[in-house]
């Protein structure tokens, strides 16, 4: 039998949207060479927070002003896609060199259909059964010139949906010599509406949105029909990961280079310049 390769998994917990998004920048600079298993890290947001996509334009997705009035931070992502609320949801991200992309996928499509597959093994462990999107599909829905939807009023090529309704959504940034794909599980009902923290609109189009996005997304706890288990998830996941890609997830502590980069990365995701350029 072939020896499984290794992985490293890190559950951090709760930590605030700086430090969470310098984490795992500091994860993806150091994940190079060919002794560096990738990592699958797992987390959560503590305070609530809205993550955007690297290349969005913050005037057409959120209003400031609204999130400051909430004590909401935001913060700008290195991945692309679109705006997640991450309120009560669990954030995952996978680092890998060259080194492992025969296992994790030689482009961008391959390694978003290779980590679904992996994560639909961890939602059967879960009792609920998933599948990916075939296509990718943007919602039609009608909203103000220029405006940019919601993560989770679209599905992509190989995101994970139930009964038709998205479970998990995610984004890649790809480099030659590496890769960071990160995803946002929503865990149970928000307490806070994106919705509420967009650019101004009328109450119409704003009601026929909010339709919209409950008909198009799920949660955790919508499926499991009671309150999700954190322990349980991780490890659904961690055996998901190991059953699909023929690897061992070994649960780890950062390191000390890792928390030493990270708290030097936490400046630059905190800046305006970072969030807000001009």
């Known amino acids: 039998m072939r020896k499984k390769r ?3 998994l890190i559950y951090s917990g709760k930590e605030n949207a700086f430090f969470n998004m310098a984490l795992d920048e500091a994860l993806l600079i150091l994940c190079q060479g060919k002794d560096v298993p990738p990592v699958l890290r797992l987390y959560q947001w503590d305070p609530e927070a809205v993550s955007i996509g690297y290349s969005q334009v913050i005037e057409k997705i959120l209003d400031l002003r609204k999130c400051k009035e909430m004590n909401l931070d935001v913060v700008r992502r290195i991945t692309g896609g679109r705006a997640v609320l991450h309120d009560n949801d669990l954030t995952y991200s996978v680092c890998s060199s060259k080194d492992h992309f025969d296992l994790l996928g030689e482009s961008i499509n391959e390694t978003y259909r290779r ?3 992996a994560f639909l093994k961890s939602l059967d462990l879960l009792e609920i059964k998933g599948e990916w999107e075939k296509k990718s599909y943007r919602d039609s829905c ?8 919601p993560c989770f009023s679209s599905s992509l090529r190989y995101e994970i949906k139930v009964h038709g309704r998205k479970l998990i959504g995610s984004a890649q940034r790809r480099y030659k010599d590496r890769f960071i794909q990160h995803g946002s599980i929503p865990l149970k009902t928000q ?13 119409e189009r704003k009601q026929m949105m909010k339709t919209r996005l409950e008909r198009r997304a799920v949660s955790i706890q919508d499926l499991l029909s009671t309150d999700p288990d954190i322990s349980q998830i991780v490890s659904a996941i961690k055996s998901g990961f190991s059953s699909f890609f023929s690897v061992d997830p070994t649960e780890v502590e950062l390191s000390a280079q890792e928390r030493k980069l990270t708290e030097k990365l936490i400046p630059k995701y905190r800046s305006e310049e970072w969030n807000f350029p001009r």
Do not use: A, I, Y
């Open 142 to 149: 009608p909203t103000l010139s220029g405006f940019q939807k």
């Open 115 to 117: 980590v679904s597959q």
């Open 6 to 8: 290794e992985w490293r």
């Open 191 to 203: 307490n806070l509406d994106l919705l509420d923290l967009l650019p101004e609109m009328d109450q």
